[in-house]
């Protein structure tokens, strides 16, 4: 997909714009999971997740390529538009995002306050998908893909500032949406020449991505109903999944009960804000906890973009799900 200059000439580009986010190794967490954990704090960006570095890289090749280009369309469970929508704004750029009926409030005022056109149509994020493609084609705008080598190349970002500042880390949890991030994750490891585990997390109401790596095939599932949006996919890419199949060591399921309970830790051991997909790469090493005692391991929270309402509710729960060995 890239090389090891092409990606440190996109952290260039992303930096000029955001800081590094920290890594940051929680002594309180630690105690309680039995290892040494390292959280990567891409809740920390400009749009509350790590969606915004590829954003911006894909808008800038993109009129470089294309300059005449006058209009976006997209889908999106939020994150990823917000990105665009930022990127779009400081280019001067209209852009069109379209969300499943029903999407968090929040996440469509934040796209809206950006200057984005926001439109709800579909029952999930793939109706919504085709929605925007009919979108591109009626208003001749340009589509911006879930899945793209920039977008890939932008969030790899994230990746080369963590295993850089961290060193001989065994295993790094990442959750798994439409795959940019974790992907990005993979090829990072592979140039920098890192013999780190990727561990993919999805949730099990929303499991395709483990289903096709388990299977060696492409499999969608009829339905994604999972509070997590950010990992609500049903069709996977199959680009997207040969780089997974081959670099992850495994593709994990979570429940969204045992999402819920990462929210809370996260919240109790260092006190910040994880939406649902972000809580995922902590539900995944909590479920796994038994096999990591001792190691070094890295967590990505990719994203702090929760409702209020939902994120009150979660909170105000007590009970946990019990452990997987």
Not at 110 to 136: S, W
Not at 204 to 224: H, Y
């Given at each position: 997909?890239?090389?090891?200059?092409?990606?440190?000439?996109?952290?260039?580009?992303?930096?000029?714009?955001?800081?590094?986010?920290?890594?940051?190794?929680?002594?309180?967490?630690?105690?309680?999971?039995?290892?040494?954990?390292?959280?990567?704090?891409?809740?920390?960006?400009?749009?509350?997740?790590?969606?915004?570095?590829?954003?911006?890289?894909?808008?800038?090749?993109?009129?470089?390529?294309?300059?005449?280009?006058?209009?976006?369309?997209?889908?999106?469970?939020?994150?990823?538009?917000?990105?665009?929508?930022?990127?779009?704004?400081?280019?001067?750029?209209?852009?069109?995002?379209?969300?499943?009926?029903?999407?968090?409030?929040?996440?469509?005022?934040?796209?809206?306050?950006?200057?984005?056109?926001?439109?709800?149509?579909?029952?999930?994020?793939?109706?919504?998908?085709?929605?925007?493609?009919?979108?591109?084609?009626?208003?001749?705008?340009?589509?911006?893909?879930?899945?793209?080598?920039?977008?890939?190349?932008?969030?790899?970002?994230?990746?080369?500032?963590?295993?850089?500042?961290?060193?001989?880390?065994?295993?790094?949890?990442?959750?798994?949406?439409?795959?940019?991030?974790?992907?990005?994750?993979?090829?990072?490891?592979?140039?920098?020449?890192?013999?780190?585990?990727?561990?993919?997390?999805?949730?099990?109401?929303?499991?395709?991505?483990?289903?096709?790596?388990?299977?060696?095939?492409?499999?969608?599932?009829?339905?994604?109903?999972?509070?997590?949006?950010?990992?609500?996919?049903?069709?996977?890419?199959?680009?997207?999944?040969?780089?997974?199949?081959?670099?992850?060591?495994?593709?994990?399921?979570?429940?969204?009960?045992?999402?819920?309970?990462?929210?809370?830790?996260?919240?109790?051991?260092?006190?910040?804000?994880?939406?649902?997909?972000?809580?995922?790469a902590l539900a995944g090493l909590i479920s796994e906890q038994s096999r990591q005692q001792s190691r070094r391991i890295a967590l990505i929270l990719s994203g702090a973009n929760i409702d209020r309402q939902l994120y009150a509710s979660i909170l105000a729960e007590d009970c946990a799900p019990s452990a997987k060995s």
């Amino acid at each position: 997909m890239f090389d090891l200059n092409a990606l440190r000439l996109a952290a260039q580009t992303v930096h000029q714009t955001l800081a590094p986010t920290p890594q940051l190794a929680w002594p309180l967490l630690a105690e309680r999971m039995g290892c040494t954990v390292w959280v990567k704090h891409e809740n920390h960006t400009p749009t509350g997740a790590f969606k915004v570095r590829g954003g911006l890289l894909y808008v800038q090749g993109l009129l470089a390529r294309e300059p005449h280009i006058k209009g976006l369309v997209t889908a999106t469970r939020g994150n990823h538009g917000q990105s665009l929508a930022l990127a779009a704004r400081s280019l001067g750029l209209s852009i069109r995002i379209v969300v499943p009926e029903g999407n968090s409030l929040e996440k469509n005022a934040a796209m809206r306050a950006l200057g984005a056109t926001v439109i709800e149509c579909g029952k999930d994020f793939d109706e919504a998908r085709a929605e925007a493609a009919a979108l591109a084609q009626t208003r001749q705008l340009h589509l911006v893909p879930a899945f793209h080598p920039d977008l890939i190349r932008g969030v790899a970002t994230y990746a080369l500032e963590l295993l850089e500042a961290v060193e001989e880390l065994d295993t790094v949890y990442v959750p798994i949406g439409m795959g940019s991030g974790i992907c990005g994750l993979i090829q990072t490891r592979d140039l920098l020449g890192l013999k780190t585990e990727i561990v993919g997390v999805v949730s099990s109401q929303a499991d395709a991505f483990a289903q096709s790596a388990e299977q060696g095939r492409l499999v969608c599932t009829d339905s994604a109903n999972t509070f997590a949006d950010g990992l609500a996919c049903r069709q996977p890419l199959p680009e997207a999944l040969e780089i997974i199949a081959k670099g992850a060591a495994r593709v994990i399921r979570v429940t969204d009960q045992e999402i819920a309970h990462a929210i809370r830790v996260y919240h109790e051991t260092t006190h910040n804000t994880a939406e649902g997909a972000g809580a995922a790469a902590l539900a995944g090493l909590i479920s796994e906890q038994s096999r990591q005692q001792s190691r070094r391991i890295a967590l990505i929270l990719s994203g702090a973009n929760i409702d209020r309402q939902l994120y009150a509710s979660i909170l105000a729960e007590d009970c946990a799900p019990s452990a997987k060995s």
